[in-house]
């Protein structure tokens, strides 16, 4: 698809300019993942959306406008760190989340917005909701031990959506994108090597079954059996962590009932919708 069509349709979503990554990279990016998209839909049941441009509006719109409510850009730390006019800008190489298989060789080349100049000391910095609520670069000099990628899990992912333009929006986040069927999980992998991304780990398992783990932020949209899993979504959020949920209006007091212990922001209205909202709750430090 057509970059410079694909970004007038994602203007609505993204904000004024100033907020928004490597626009190039990104719509690049996005181009290649609504070809695999498209060409693996005819096999198995990925979307029911068969038009690319209510693609690009409906699943990668509303992802990225979840992106930059949850990963904001710090514009005063890039501007002291570097700008695109300025010396080039590299971005902090992944964790180690996900196995070789899952995950491309090569160095991410997607976006930089939350680039930081390459001279190795310069970090990425989680900070949790109630503790200066933003993820932003460390200062240099600040040594990898002592600062953190903030970790996102998407459940239910399916074709990767919010998860996977998230980590487009923001590529310093470690993605662990769950998703129980084998096929769907199997789609996934293929975006991340076509997309040469790292710092992803694919789950093809259901979220119930996952323990001993916990995220910043975990991401809900269009899952079945909504309200059951809600506990599930909740118990994966570590302190202070974030749940976003991309719903339909007339959820958001359902899911405020479910999780009455997590502390509901306003919800904003998804563009161009007439009853999808974005819903983030966070959980209080412990």
């Known amino acids: 698809m057509d970059p410079a069509r694909i970004a007038e349709l994602l203007k609505p979503f993204l904000g004024s300019q100033d907020q928004r990554p490597n626009t190039q990279d990104l719509l690049a990016s996005i181009s290649t993942y609504i070809d695999l998209?498209?060409?693996w839909n005819?096999?198995?049941?990925?979307?029911?959306?068969?038009?690319?441009e209510e693609i690009v509006t409906r699943h990668f719109g509303e992802s990225l406008f979840a992106a930059r409510h949850l990963f904001p850009r710090d514009i005063r730390v890039e501007t002291a760190l570097g700008s695109p006019a300025g010396p080039p800008l590299a971005r902090r190489g992944g964790g180690a989340l996900a196995c070789?298989?899952?995950?491309?060789?090569a160095a991410p080349t997607i976006g930089t917005a939350t680039a930081i100049?390459?001279?190795?000391?310069?970090?990425?910095?989680?900070?949790?909701p109630g503790?200066?609520?933003?993820?932003?670069l460390a200062p240099e000099g600040v040594s990898d031990?002592?600062?953190?990628?903030?970790?996102?899990?998407?459940?239910?992912?399916?074709?990767?959506?919010?998860?996977?333009?998230?980590?487009?929006?923001?590529?310093?986040?470690?993605l662990t994108l769950i998703e129980s069927n084998h096929k769907k999980a199997t789609f996934l992998r293929e975006v991340t090597r076509a997309l040469t991304l790292t710092d992803v780990d694919i789950q093809a398992?259901?979220?119930?079954?996952?323990?001993?783990?916990?995220?910043?932020?975990?991401?809900?949209r269009a899952v079945e059996r909504f309200q059951s899993v809600l506990p599930v979504a909740a118990r994966l959020l570590g302190p202070g962590g974030k749940l976003a949920l991309l719903i339909?209006?007339?959820?958001?007091?359902?899911?405020?009932?479910?999780?009455?212990?997590?502390?509901?922001a306003k919800p904003e209205p998804v563009p161009l919708s007439r009853f999808r909202i974005l819903a983030i709750a966070h959980r209080n430090p412990a």
């Not at 007339?250 to 509901?264: E, G, K, M, N, Y």
């Open 37 to 39: 998209l498209l060409h």
């Open 42 to 52: 005819a096999r198995i049941n990925l979307t029911a959306v068969r038009d690319p």
């Open 100 to 105: 070789p298989a899952e995950r491309g060789s």
């Open 117 to 128: 100049q390459d001279r190795g000391r310069a970090a990425l910095q989680g900070r949790v």
């Open 131 to 136: 503790r200066e609520q933003n993820w932003a």
């Open 145 to 174: 031990d002592q600062t953190s990628e903030p970790s996102l899990a998407d459940l239910g992912s399916g074709a990767g959506f919010p998860g996977l333009p998230i980590k487009l929006w923001a590529p310093h986040i470690s």
């Open 205 to 220: 398992a259901r979220a119930e079954a996952l323990t001993g783990v916990t995220y910043d932020v975990v991401t809900l």
């Open 248 to 264: 339909a209006s007339v959820q958001f007091t359902a899911a405020r009932s479910a999780l009455p212990d997590l502390v509901w």
